[in-house]
């Protein structure tokens, strides 16, 4: 099973951006999917996860503002991130968790994507 990500780029400051994450060799249902993010310096931080049922949550610094979303019938997940700030700024990795639920802890997700650089400038 392999995840890919999608979309990153340059954003000015209150600007969008859309991240989106392909799962291939599995199916994306069996899967609770989140979005995490790595300042260089900084620990791997949880932004964003949906459970299989699917429930959401959002770290507080995102909410409001992000939205994730799947779409289990083209094994894809988004992750729609409006009113973008600098401290946005970062990699966005996108992570797998077999029969999970969503969890924000790291050690849950077994499948990693590579990520996605997304630089927002003030």
């Known amino acids: 099973v392999q995840l890919v990500e999608s979309g990153g780029g340059l954003a000015q400051a209150g600007g969008s951006l859309r991240l989106s994450c392909s799962l291939s060799?599995?199916?994306?249902?069996?899967?609770?999917m989140a979005w995490f993010r790595q300042t260089p310096g900084l620990e791997r931080e949880f932004v964003s996860a949906?459970?299989?049922?699917?429930?959401?949550r959002y770290d507080d610094s995102v909410e409001g503002r992000f939205t994730i979303s799947r779409d289990n019938a083209k094994n894809m997940v988004y992750l729609q991130m409006n009113s973008l700030k600098p401290e946005d700024t970062g990699v966005y990795y996108c992570?797998?968790?077999?029969?999970?639920?969503?969890?924000?802890?790291?050690?849950?997700?077994?499948?990693w994507g590579r990520g996605t650089q997304v630089t927002v400038s003030s």
């Open positions: 949906i459970g299989r049922n699917p429930f959401t």
């Open positions: 060799g599995g199916i994306l249902s069996d899967y609770a």
């Open positions: 992570a797998a968790e077999f029969n999970g639920y969503g969890t924000l802890a790291q050690r849950s997700y077994g499948l």
